[in-house]
């Protein structure tokens, strides 16, 4: 409980948190506990975050290769029914 209890301590405080409310009880070798987050979301960040995710180049390519059987296909049935 002492090393899991220093280890949150450390990487809470690299992560910027400002408040960190632990008590361990040295006593139980159990870890139970429950926390509060609060979240800041700026809308127009998220989706130009989304958008750049999309337009990522190893994205593209899925994207491509979902589209492009279906390309094949559709090209394939229009020749069909053309003779």
């Known amino acids: 409980t002492g090393m899991a209890c220093g280890l ?9 948190m400002k408040k960190v409310d ?14 509060k987050l609060v979240v800041s979301i700026v809308p127009l960040r998220m989706i130009l975050h989304t958008v750049k995710t999309l337009l990522h180049p190893s994205v593209r390519k899925m994207w491509l290769a979902l589209i492009a059987p279906r390309r094949a296909v559709i090209i394939r049935e229009v020749q069909s029914l053309g003779s």
């Open 8 to 16: 949150a301590w450390c990487l809470f405080g690299a992560c910027g």
């Open 22 to 35: 632990l008590r361990p009880n040295f006593l139980v070798p159990v870890i139970a506990g429950e926390f």
